[in-house]
């Protein structure tokens, strides 16, 4: 039996992880006194501050913000995203004042079991994806008539959390990938983030932009080198916040940002930006207060990485140039092999037309491809790569948003009829294996309905 090649799993190669960097980290902050006892004490609510400044650095440096550089104040540590957006959940939602989540689809599937586990259960809702990433109309939509059958209904229920203890909590609740999307791969351009923010500040809606691909970034066109001049990632949710919105709100959205894809997953260090006034409501939760900052030992060594430009090194030299030769393996295999039978990449339009010396970006870890509409449903191809192939792949309906029977019954017309394939796990023989395995089910499935 040949061996199993798993084009669903999202991780990095093992391979990839800056281990002898980690190493030397490591041992750079245990054998300094002052920073091994930091490290090992219980941190500080809003995390290691030499990190928290570092990575307001380093983000100020990759984004070039306007008008001025984020500050430290903006920066929270966490202990990933998915650890960070259960904690914005306890903080900025409440089970009775907040009346929808609503979220991207196809979406990260594993983020609704979280917003269940805060008191969302039935009350997730989707928002169907175009071209550009997101419908902004159809929520638009969805949103007005929502308020409007509230107010019919004499509004919602009081809080369930006092506002002099926690602050704020947002009527709504947006959830979504902006840039290189899990799992469709989509960029939204700054238009479209525009609108979304404008929405929000109309509605009362916390956006929660999961920020964990953007570093991982090189040109779309095949034989270019790495170091190319890309065109700029649209500005992100929080950089438009922050430009339009005085430095004492809460303002509307919030950054999740991880080291899980540039460093390794098990490091559990993540961070939140938004305005200064919610960063620090967020350190004030109780398992942050009780238990002091997450990953406070990790973040010394982070912190390390970043401020000798260890990091940024690792991300330039080995994970740009490893991922982008994996990408163009699997985008011209998927041309060889399975555009001949009818299956299509889609993942969307250009988030803005490249100046004549810039060239368009690809990047993240994922693309999305969608099956000729003769062939069974994807579940069904997903069934049968596994058990006759060893080739494992994400079918679309895991990305519908659970709960949501429109979001189930609009995938079958869109999204549902696809896969998301990721690059980031195997090596380049293996992407092309996986390739041609799926060729050979496909080939044999057509046959069938012929």
Known sequence: MPSLINLQLGWPTPRLFPTG?????????????????????????????????SIAQWLSSFYLPKPDAITFDRIAISGGASQNLANILDVFSDPHYTQRIWMVEPTYFLACTIFEDAGFEGRLRGVPENENGIDVDF?????STFTRLQEAQNGVLPPLKSSAKYGKAFKHILYLTPTFSNPSAKTMPTSVRENLITLAREYDVLIISDDVYDWLRWPCVKGEPSNSKL????????????????????GNSISNGSFSKIIAPGVRVGWAEASPKMILRLSQNGGTRSGGAPSQLTSTFIHHLLSTGALQKHIDDVL???????????????????????VKVSTGAPYL?????????????????????????????AKRAMEEYQLKIAYGEMFVI???????????????????????????AEIETGIRRLRGLLETMLREVR
């Open 21 to 53: 960097e980690l190493v030397a980290a490591s041992k750079h902050c245990l054998s300094d006194p002052e920073t091994s006892t930091d490290a090992l004490l219980y941190g500080p609510d809003l995390g290691h501050e030499p990190l928290r400044r």
């Open 139 to 143: 929520l638009r939509e969805e949103l």
């Open 231 to 250: 065109s700029a990632i649209p500005l992100r949710m929080v950089d438009l916040d922050r430009n339009s919105n005085p430095k004492s709100s809460w």
């Open 320 to 342: 740009i140039p490893t991922y982008q030769s994996r990408y163009h393996v699997l985008m011209e295999a998927i041309e060889n092999h399975l555009g001949p039978l009818g």
């Open 353 to 381: 037309a490249p100046s004549k010396d810039e060239i368009l970006p690809a990047g993240g870890f994922f693309t999305y491809v969608s099956f000729p509409d003769e062939l069974p449903t994807a579940d069904v191809i």
């Open 402 to 428: 659970k709960g949501d029977p429109a979001s189930t019954e609009r995938s079958r017309k869109t999204f549902g009829n696809g896969a998301r394939l990721c690059w980031a796990w195997h090596e380049e």
